[in-house]
């Protein structure tokens, strides 16, 4: 039985509320895997907690993640099934936006069908080269255990440059030290993902793809390397992190109060 699903555009969490549906219909279709869910309620208690919206020290974040893009020799996108249920078509536009980058499909809880459908769903938006999809090319990372370990040889192993949105901590860690440089989208700032990450945006990131784009945009047309470098030299990925568990703990304390 499909249930009819009506929630008011005037309802004050309705944007959050349309995504946890986008999610559920990713499991449904096969994109997402039933641990996808607990990870997407998890990350929604973090975003209640910022007041659901981009706050200064992520559109910071942001910045120094479109330089650091387009600054790299060969930047990879990694894709996993909640990236690709929330924002397949956005990321097909920060791919198009971003030269010499590559998308590629890993996943924790990996099978052979999801991996499918996750590539059909990236097709949909015009995205043909998908890496991570053929088993001849794959490798392992160093000291990584799970099936995240599995990676392209023709991406994510020989990026200078991984942005992995929606991250597991092993791998980040893992990345780390494989000398890459790291970018992660995590609402939760004390996870191990984002400590360990060189630039770490803590939004939603439905809010963060878009944002993206129009900086990388930006920069194309009025920054030069050395603008791209300073930006990127500069970000203090624990600043921005404290920064945003300020906010958290301070704004809500100041609605109480």
Do not use: W
């Not at 052979?112 to 998908?130: C, D, F, P, Q």
């Not at 893992?174 to 984002?194: F, G, H, Q, Y």
Request: charged share 25%; aromatic share 6%; proline share 3%.
């Amino acid at each position: 039985m499909t249930r009819e699903i009506t929630i008011p555009t005037t309802h004050p969490r309705y944007t959050s509320l349309m995504t946890r549906e986008k999610i559920v219909e990713g499991y449904k279709s096969g994109l997402v895997a039933l641990e996808g869910l607990i990870a997407h309620g998890r990350g929604e208690c973090f975003d209640y907690l910022i007041g659901e919206q981009s706050i200064e020290s992520a559109k910071l974040a942001t910045e120094a993640a479109a330089a650091q893009l387009l600054i790299s020799n060969f930047p990879v996108i990694s894709v996993n099934g909640n990236v690709a249920a929330l924002c397949s078509e956005l990321l097909s536009s920060l791919y198009r936006s971003v030269k010499k980058s590559m998308l590629e499909i890993n996943l924790f809880y990996y099978t052979k069908e999801r991996e499918s459908k996750i590539s059909n769903e990236l097709a949909k938006y015009g995205v043909s080269n998908i890496l991570g999809t053929n088993p001849k090319n794959l490798v392992k990372i160093p000291e990584l255990e799970s099936n995240r370990r599995s990676v392209d040889c023709n991406g994510i192993f020989r990026a200078d440059t991984v942005f992995v949105p929606l991250e597991d901590g092993d791998r980040t860690l893992a990345l780390k030290k494989m000398d890459k440089n790291v970018i992660t989208v995590d609402l939760n700032p004390l996870s191990r993902t984002s400590l360990a990450a060189d630039i770490t945006i803590v939004d939603n990131i439905i809010r963060v793809i878009p944002l993206l784009i129009d900086r990388i945009q930006y920069h194309e047309k009025n920054s030069n390397e050395s603008d791209l470098m300073r930006i990127v030299k500069t970000h203090d990925n624990k600043k921005g992190l404290k920064d945003a568990l300020f906010t958290m703990n301070k704004d809500r304390v100041d609605r109480i109060t």
